[in-house]
């Protein structure tokens, strides 16, 4: 994997715009309303898509469909942080806001798309999903090399991101510049699990695409479950941060041998082999869990399936 994010405030690069990423997005919670929008000229003035109360948390999904605008979550009278999408490129913000509003931004007008509306505290669903999409860099969507934020919240929480890259590795990070989570190949299924998150970014160094999910897991839920390959000497990796406990199984079909790695924090690592046809778990608020493929045989790969609860 590799990495590299969508920055707050822009996104790429369209008529003096950021393009970070093609997005597409759908709320986990309840659907409460949909509506499309269009900002007919660079004059049109700041349209309010939501208001309050500021009391209950909201997803709101933003997609452009032509040109590009700013979303801004405004607390009070004060804008907590924004978001600028061009065409194609959704952008999802949870929080407690008072207000949503959208501005034209760019040299392409009209400005149209539609906003979705879902009330996060009404998600009952056990894989308590906040949000999951599609993220693409290419020379059509997203500069490669750019980034793209695909998760913006008015507070930091715990949040489960998991990540499936197809065409190229993805590099999930939490910030611009800042150490790589996740750096996935294309084909493998990886998650993160970050105790105080308020943003999760995307990037690659070559054309790719990336399913992704978000899931809020301050309470217990899962199983989370997904695949992964590689070859000898390979290694494959979850991001745990040693503040959330949960329980992860690795499953090992064959033909080749897993050797997995897991740790607790303050304690030593443990290895286990893992043979065709075995298992291997581990539980508690871990810090590390890995996995390296052995195999004799050259460039023969072996597909795992890998398995989280949050307790």
């Known amino acids: 994997m590799r990495g590299l994010k969508f920055r707050l405030g822009w996104v790429g690069t ?9 997005a597409t997005v759908v709320i986990g919670a309840p659907l409460v309303d949909t509506q499309p929008f269009s900002m007919p000229s660079v004059k049109t003035p700041p349209t309010k898509i939501w208001e309050g109360p500021a009391t209950r948390r909201v997803g709101i999904k933003v997609r452009v ?5 700013r979303a801004d979550a405004i607390v009070g009278t004060t804008t907590a942080f924004f978001c600028r999408a061009s065409r194609g490129v959704d952008v999802l913000l949870e929080g407690g806001f008072d207000a949503i509003q959208l501005t034209g931004v760019g040299m392409v007008f009209p400005a149209v798309g539609e906003r979705e509306l879902r009330y996060m505290d009404a998600h009952t669903a056990t894989d308590r999903l906040v949000g999951r999409g599609v993220v693409s860099f290419s020379p059509q969507a997203a500069p490669v090399g750019g980034y793209a934020d695909v998760y913006a919240s008015d ?10 890259p197809s065409g190229s590795a993805i ?4 910030s611009d510049g800042g150490a790589p989570l996740l750096n996935a190949d294309a084909g493998d299924w990886a998650f993160a699990i970050v105790g105080a998150a308020d943003r ?3 990037s690659s160094a070559a054309p790719a695409a990336c399913d992704w999910e978000i899931h809020d897991v301050e309470a217990a839920c899962g199983p989370f479950t997904g695949t992964a390959a590689g070859a000898n000497d390979e290694v494959d990796t979850v991001y745990v941060d040693g503040q959330c406990p949960l329980s992860i199984t690795l499953t090992n079909p064959g033909p080749a041998r897993v050797r997995v790695t897991y740790q607790l924090p303050g304690q030593t690592a443990v290895l286990t082999d893992v043979a065709p046809g075995g298992t291997a778990s581990a539980s508690g608020a871990l810090s590390k869990f890995e996995w390296t493929y052995v195999d004799a045989t050259p460039s023969r790969s072996t597909t795992v399936s890998v398995s989280a609860t949050i307790q």
């Open 200 to 202: 999760f970014v995307l």
């Open 65 to 69: 469909t032509q040109g590009a605008v």
């Open 155 to 164: 507070a930091p929480r715990r949040r489960l991101a998991t990540i499936r």
């Open 171 to 174: 590099v999930l990070r939490t």
């Open 14 to 22: 369209l008529g003096g715009l950021v393009a970070l990423g093609v």
